[in-house]
């Protein structure tokens, strides 16, 4: 199946700082990509929707200034969580959509983010 | 707006066949999926529904009915490596982004 990477796999920061978090795709050209946010015990909440070459969709509610997202290739994507404070901690899973097989998503490790 | 109920918790029982509901109210449809999350892991992608009607794929099916907003997942045999967390979600348009419900934790216990 497509694998979809992650890196870091966590990170711990301290208030005030930037986070970058990489997405890529090994295996696929990904001219899209997902980047999701999870509480723990809660379920996945969309953040935007990364388009390669373009400006990123944000969904409503989320800070497109806060939350920095580059897709500058096709099998990359980041994500940069700046001036991050404790309520930013999470896990941050992105997911990658390959064209030729578009009924399955295929989703990173997920990076898990503490800032003190 | 977009709602996506599922039951926050079950157990099952070795052996036995688990089925988990889920219900949903979204302004379009364009597909149902069922995704299985371990703890701290990423999800995998279990099935994809987007006619009425059940899709088998090994111990797991998943059945649709667009008509009721409703699709439930079974799992036949169910074993203690099972017990994870599985969403539901579901695509609204053609921009293949996902919503997803809020998990339900399945316990499988011996």
């Known amino acids: 199946g497509a694998v979809v990477s992650q890196h870091p796999s966590r990170v711990i920061c301290k208030s005030g700082t930037s986070v970058k978090i990489e997405c890529r795709s090994l295996?696929?050209?990904?001219?899209?990509m997902f980047w999701y946010r999870q509480f723990p015990k809660k379920s996945l909440m969309l953040m935007a929707t990364?388009?390669?070459?373009?400006?990123?969709?944000?969904e409503q509610g989320v800070e497109k200034d806060k939350f920095l997202i580059n897709h500058a290739s096709l099998t990359l994507s980041t994500l940069t969580v700046t001036s991050a404070h404790p309520e930013d901690s999470s896990f941050y899973i992105c997911?990658?959509?390959?064209?030729?097989?578009?009924?399955?998503?295929?989703f990173g490790p997920g990076t898990r983010l503490t800032v003190l | 707006g977009q709602n996506i109920d599922q039951p926050t918790e079950m157990t099952a029982t070795e052996g036995a066949i688990v089925q988990i509901n889920c219900t949903y109210q979204?302004?379009?449809?364009?597909?149902l999926f069922w995704y299985q999350q371990h703890a701290g892991e990423a999800p995998t992608f279990l099935s994809y529904n987007v006619l009425d009607g059940l899709e088998e794929k090994g111990r797991f099916s998943s059945f649709l009915s667009r008509s009721k907003g409703y699709s439930y997942l079974l799992l036949k045999e169910p074993q203690m490596k099972d017990s994870a967390s599985y969403l539901c979600a579901v695509r609204e348009d053609s921009s293949y982004k996902l919503i997803f419900g809020s998990g339900t934790r399945l316990l499988v216990r011996p």
């Open positions: 979204t302004s379009g449809f364009n597909g």
């Open positions: 997911s990658a959509l390959d064209r030729s097989r578009v009924n399955e998503q295929f």
């Open positions: 295996d696929f050209q990904a001219t899209t």
């Open positions: 990364s388009n390669e070459g373009s400006k990123a969709t944000y």
